[in-house]
């Protein structure tokens, strides 16, 4: 499957099939830790698939915006902001091209690497570097190379074995972790997990 394709599985496969519930549930466990770190400011999410992180942030009045492909995820995080009187920046693009204009407290971006390209991917990250405050926290979490979605004609980017910690080298690595994740299909994931705070100044 080429990339232009593969980008919006999520949208076609997933959101948009009638039976699909959305239900915006959110890790608590990242939600405490980014908590021990920040109790306010500007929060990013790219790739927020369903929402739940961002529109709990939202709730705890962080200033929020959150950014996806999905049409159909966008619209339905709209109406659950609405009915949960929350306010929040929803914005449908491509993060393939998409242009990070503003400095963020906090930035998040999980899952969805492997949907751009190497070139796509590291320019984003630079981007999230960048465009985070003195500080500020990213958190990511992508594939690394040999997960079952790597394809011999994959055209999306899997991080080599350490490699987002070294991109990271200059900040202060909370956390990093690099683990297995088992699918419904008991497939092992292969993940990398970063928390990293830019040291003021660089």
């Not at 942030?57 to 929020?64: C, E, K, Q, S, Y």
């Not at 491509?94 to 690497?113: Q, V």
Request: aromatic share 12%; net charge negative; glycine share 6%.
């Amino acid at each position: 499957m080429k990339i232009t394709e593969e980008k919006y599985f999520f949208e076609k496969e997933v959101f948009s099939k009638p039976d699909y519930e959305f239900n915006f549930e959110f890790d608590k466990d990242l939600i405490k830790e980014i908590l021990r770190h920040k109790k306010s400011g500007k929060v990013l999410e790219l790739g927020c698939g369903e929402g739940g992180i961002s529109l709990e942030l939202a709730r705890r009045n962080f200033d929020v915006t959150c950014i996806d492909i999905s049409k159909t995820a966008i619209e339905l995080i709209k109406k659950e902001a609405l009915k949960k009187n929350v306010k929040i920046n929803v914005i449908c693009a491509d993060l393939g091209i998409y242009k990070i204009k503003e400095k963020y407290d906090i930035i998040i971006a999980k899952g969805f690497f492997h949907f751009l390209p190497k070139k796509n991917t590291l320019k984003l990250i630079l981007d999230c570097q960048k465009y985070t405050k003195d500080e500020g926290i990213n958190i990511f979490d992508v594939l690394l190379e040999g997960d079952p979605s790597q394809g011999e004609d994959s055209e999306g980017y899997y991080f080599k074995e350490g490699e987002l910690k070294r991109i990271y080298s200059e900040w202060e690595i909370i956390d990093y972790e690099e683990y297995e994740d088992f699918d419904e299909e008991d497939r092992a994931n292969e993940l990398g997990f970063l928390i990293a705070k830019k040291i003021k100044g660089i």
